[in-house]
Every structure is written in structure tokens, then in C-alpha cells.
């Protein structure tokens, strides 16, 4: 019996071992500008939803996402890319976006007027001036989970599929006294 809970145990801290090392390679991997970005806004979109949700801002959130769809859409990929290469899954990625969402609810509950006020000001500057929502996402991030810092080395990315070339069909030229002799 003895022998099968070392066995047991061998197993626990290995597997405990290396999701350990996952995580901390997560955390220690760079991202690109483009990268940044993306981690920027998906804190404001966390925040804002929570605003959308409890503070009775629903309306002023649908808004918020209408008119910003495809930047919204955008930064998705740019995460999974992220996480693909530090971790290798997506169960590191559903992870943040979970703490983001949880850490914006708890900066919530913390003070529910000065964090509702500050959402609504937010999507008011947003919907006077969509440009701004660069520069808000990067003034407002949740400050209980961390964000990747930029790579001072250019991040190699994947090289686009090369479309196979088919060689173009090869006519024969006319003949200098061919065109004249007709």
C-alpha cells in the first residue's frame, strides 16, 4: 500500500510540477506591440463589462461593443496567439479572462459609486470620441492582474502559407517575317 500512495504522490508532484512551469513560462513570455494591445483592451472590455452589467449601464455597454466590433474582434486572435506561444492551450487564456472579469467585480465591489461613475465616463469619452479607446484601454488596466511586457526583440510570427505558383501558360512568340508576311 505504501508503494502504490509514493506512486501516487510521484505523480501529483510531477504533473504539479509542470503545470507550475507552464504557468511561470506564461508569465515570463514577451509579447508583441500588437500583443499588448490586445491584453490592454481586453482589461478595458473586462471593466466595461462589469459596468454594463451591475452598474446599469447596459445599454451604454451595447453601444460601446456595436461601435467597436472590429477592433474588438481583432485583439481575440492576437490573445490566442499569445497563449498558443507561451503555453501552448487555451486553458490559460480562459483563465485570465476570468480572473480580469472576477478582479474588475471585486474593484467593483470595493466601491461601487467611484467605479460606476468612472465607467460612465468612459463610455461618454468613448462615444464623443471613439479614437480614445486606445489611449483609454491604455490608461486602465486592472491593476490586480498582470499583462505581458512588449518584447524588445521583434516576435517571430508564423509565416503565411505560399499559394503553390502555376506556371503561366507559354505562347510562342510571332515571327518577325510571320507578321508580315500576312
Known amino acids: 500500500m505504501a508503494i502504490k500512495t509514493r506512486a501516487h504522490l510521484a505523480v501529483f508532484f510531477a504533473l504539479a510540477m509542470t503545470l507550475l512551469k507552464s504557468v511561470a513560462v506564461s508569465a515570463e513570455v514577451c509579447a508583441s506591440a500588437d500583443e499588448v494591445e490586445a491584453f490592454r483592451l481586453r482589461h478595458l472590455l473586462s471593466r466595461l463589462m462589469?459596468?454594463?452589467?451591475?452598474?446599469?449601464?447596459?445599454?451604454?455597454?451595447?453601444?460601446?461593443?456595436?461601435?467597436?466590433?472590429?477592433?474588438?474582434?481583432?485583439?481575440?486572435?492576437?490573445?490566442?496567439?499569445?497563449?498558443?506561444?507561451?503555453?501552448?492551450?487555451?486553458v490559460a487564456l480562459n483563465r485570465y479572462v476570468t480572473d480580469l472579469a472576477n478582479a474588475a467585480?471585486?474593484?467593483?465591489?470595493?466601491?461601487?459609486?467611484?467605479?460606476?461613475?468612472?465607467?460612465?465616463?468612459?463610455?461618454?469619452?468613448?462615444?464623443?470620441?471613439?479614437?480614445?479607446?486606445?489611449?483609454?484601454?491604455?490608461?486602465?488596466?486592472?491593476?490586480?492582474?498582470?499583462q505581458p511586457v512588449l518584447c524588445t526583440i521583434p516576435v517571430e510570427r508564423p509565416k503565411p502559407p505560399v499559394a503553390k505558383r502555376v506556371p503561366k501558360k507559354q505562347t510562342a512568340a510571332p515571327l518577325e517575317g510571320a507578321a508580315a508576311a500576312q
Open 50 to 90: 462589469v459596468a454594463g452589467l451591475s452598474c446599469g449601464h447596459k445599454d451604454a455597454y451595447n453601444t460601446f461593443v456595436t461601435r467597436h466590433q472590429p477592433d474588438l474582434g481583432r485583439f481575440g486572435p492576437r490573445l490566442i496567439a499569445y497563449y498558443k506561444r507561451s503555453s501552448g492551450d487555451d
Open 105 to 146: 467585480a471585486s474593484i467593483r465591489s470595493d466601491d461601487p459609486m467611484a467605479f460606476c461613475t468612472h465607467a460612465w465616463k468612459m463610455f461618454w469619452e468613448l462615444d464623443q470620441d471613439p479614437a480614445e479607446l486606445w489611449t483609454l484601454a491604455a490608461a486602465n488596466p486592472i491593476p490586480a492582474i498582470g
